[in-house]
């Protein structure tokens, strides 16, 4: 069974390529149409409306590419989620064992609310009702986690790293070691050191509270675990990718575009440098590839090797209109399942969270994100299980500790949307 899905998300996917790649040729056939109309001055408000529908079948395909392919990635569990307490005696592996009694307990808990066993498998780890609930097994706080890493763009771009304590700092080199030559014989002055800077990651909750039915906790088929990890996926997903992008740092990551924005060319350490996109609220009109492609040589050349464009689907529309001096679309759909839209060469992935064009706006960011910008994951994901503050349904206040920011701040650059 579980081959004769896949088979059919892997035949979905490849139909929804195929739907893409032909969405994109009416595309660039009714653009060009367009284009040319424009050019003898005799516009077409009919063509105009054509090409604006067949753009929007373009990203309506293109989602449902990226939504096929993020199924594809998330994690399938087989089995429910409840263990066997004979199974779990006659294991030889005293690790499985723990693993699988405490999966058991937990599955108590959010059925009956049952803590006794929870607090027996979780001793030392349990961090009461006081303090927000109950930390959830290892293998359901990987599941959340993997759905996550499916789900969220910014997951899947940059650095993820899971730590043990609430705040996470890291020292970087500002200015590096300095170095020379020498003769064999010669004294050897002393240089001066590497400039270190501390960088501080903290933590923030982020929670969600999906609710259940008593009837469906009852239903002993229901897989607990992947119903609380799917129910927290979309809230988690969309609240942490806000926050990468445009998060204040105040009880939230700090996002990439709220640091200090300087133009390209004084840009300091802790500063994002920005290529100006020619015109206010809007591309320069003569040569807006140009501008894309002094965005692409902005960063250094170790940070464009595994670089990649960010922006959302609206910005996006309008840079798929765009021709090179051959007169070659710069944009490229996927070309097969799994993989991005590029431009320039380079993948596209979409984040809605990022602007739309307007004047000044930071609408396009580009560079290496693994190298550019850290994810902190606390270790330990917490429920509290509720059945009163909304009954008939039960509560279940989930909580994980996340922080976020740039860690490299030459490894980002953006576009603003203005003449300078």
Known sequence: MKETKQGLASAEARAAMHELMGAFEAFK??????????????????????VARIDQAVGAAQDRLERLSAEARRPQ???????????????????????????SAFAGYLRQGSTGGLIEVKAGLSTGVNSGGYVVPEQVER????????????????????VAGGVFKKPVSTVGVES?????????????????????????????SPAATQTLLDDAMVDLDEWLAAEVEDAFAAQE???????DGTNKPMGFLSYPIEADATQDWGEIGYVASGASGAFEATDPVDRLIDLI?????????????????????????????????????????????????????????????????????FGDFRRGYLIV??????????????????????????GGGVQNFDAIKVMKFAAS
Do not use: H
């Not at 089995?79 to 999966?103: Q, Y």
């Not at 599941?143 to 899971?162: D, G, N, Q, Y």
């Not at 990718?241 to 998060?247: R, Y």
């Open 29 to 50: 056939a009714a653009n060009d149409e367009r284009m040319e109309a424009i050019e003898r001055k005799a516009g077409d408000g009919l063509l105009e409306e054509k």
């Open 77 to 103: 569990i087989a089995g429910t989620v409840e263990a066997d307490p004979s199974t779990a005696s006659r294991s030889s592996s005293p690790l499985l064992r723990s693993g699988e009694e405490r999966k």
């Open 143 to 162: 599941l959340i986690e993997r759905r996550l890493m499916a789900a969220s763009p910014m997951r899947e771009i940059a650095t993820v790293r899971t």
């Open 180 to 208: 020379g030559w020498v003769a064999e014989t010669a004294a050897r002055p002393e240089t001066d050191p590497a400039t270190l800077q501390l960088l501080e990651f903290p933590s923030a909750d982020l929670y969600a």
């Open 241 to 247: 990718t806000d926050a990468f992008v445009n998060g």
């Open 297 to 365: 040589y902005a960063p250094q050349s170790q940070f464009r090797a595994n670089a990649r464009f960010v922006m959302n689907r609206r910005t996006a529309g309008i840079i798929r209109k765009f021709k090179d001096a051959d007169g070659n679309y710069v944009w490229s759909p996927a070309t097969q399942p799994g993989a991005t839209s590029s431009l320039l060469g380079y993948p596209v992935p979409e984040i809605e969270q990022m602007p739309d064009v307007t004047a000044d706006s930071l609408s396009i960011a």
């Open 377 to 402: 994951d606390r270790a330990g994901v917490r429920v509290l299980r509720d059945p009163y503050t909304a009954k008939p349904y039960v509560l279940f206040y989930t909580t994980k500790r996340v």
